[in-house]
């Protein structure tokens, strides 16, 4: 579609059949694992970025996609699934439309018959700060799966993070002293391990041996040292703020354009109960205690007035018409996105019965939650088989 397009991965002859390690960025991986199996994502994604009308836009994506950074390329996907969603469904799709009375561009104007929406995507990322934690924990985690012991395993239970990368010869030297000390087949117990505690620098380490199955015992080219990651420990998760944070970055931007307006978030949550979803959107859930007429005590459901959405008769973000939630979105498993439209309970302007997104669609009445069934499905919307990468991932491995 145009000379001066590029094709999105590189054209070799690809022979690197390992999984990803945590320093390899996901186009990196992409770009070099080997096998009939990663043809096809890379096949979708081509495909896909070849229905990008504008050159600009194009080499735009492009660059985002080969890009060292994970979050550039989420974001990159996430507005390509967009824009390939509306397409199949029907749309006329501009990219980056004018809006009269802002310089601001919302990302898609989507028009069907008479319907017009505007849809801008986020995809919320980390800090600096953050990143550059993240890439000194990758650091040690690959030292660390490189070691190639025969007889262990190893459980990563406690870590006090440095300041820079660790010592990673230092520190895969010391653990293989160690573990050509022990004796795989010595009586085993989790709670009385054996252990190792590292330090050097301002990192803090501690592992324990996990002894390998007999007839498991020996080195491929897919082993991992780390079976266990147990540093995080337990604590509570309330996913809920996050997803408000990234709707708050994007609702003031445009104001009233006059037709429906949807916000997409692109989400790498666990929330297969929707709990953390329908929190952000209409409220916690709580319990209401009453005194009944008789002196009973009655409880009872309700939800807080901290949800995007609002609590009636104080509605509040009704410029938005819908968010919509595309959580776990992967070129390799595109199909199994946790999509979900969350209607506002009383926009400016509505959207019709039938966005054409493929995924399930909620809205709340009275408080409770109302669930519509999407009438077509990820793989029947983009033609995907099933199953679909068809084949192995990983033939061979055990």
Known sequence: MGGQRQPLFDDFERTDATPSTHQESTFEFLNRIAGDYWEHPRALMQEWLDHIPSEQEHNDLRQRFRSRDDEQFRSAFLELYLHESLVRAGYSVTIHPKVRGTRRRPDFLAERDNLRIFIEAVAPGSTPAEKAAAQRRAVLFDTVNQLGDPNFMLWLDEL?????????????????????????????????????????????????????????????????AIAVYGHTGVDFIDDAPAIKKALATKHHEYGDLGTPFIIAVGTYIHDRDRWHSSNAMYGHVAVQIDEAPDGSMVTREVRRPDGYFGTPPTWTNRNV?????????????????????????NPIHELPEAVGFPGDTLSIADGTLVEVTAATKADQLFGLPDPWPPGEAWPGDQ
């Open 160 to 224: 006090e993070e440095g300041a820079s990368p660790p010592a990673s010869a230092r520190l895969r030297k010391d653990l293989r002293r160690w573990l050509a000390e022990l004796d795989p087949d010595a009586p085993w117990d989790a709670d009385a391990a054996p252990t190792r505690r590292w330090e050097h620098d301002d990192w803090a380490v501690r592992f324990r041996a996990v002894p390998k199955k007999p007839d498991a015992r020996g080195t491929g080219p897919n082993d991992r």
């Open 321 to 345: 018409s819908g968010v919509l939630l595309v959580n776990q979105l992967m070129p390799y498993y595109v199909q199994r996105a946790e999509t979900t439209l969350w209607r506002h309970p």
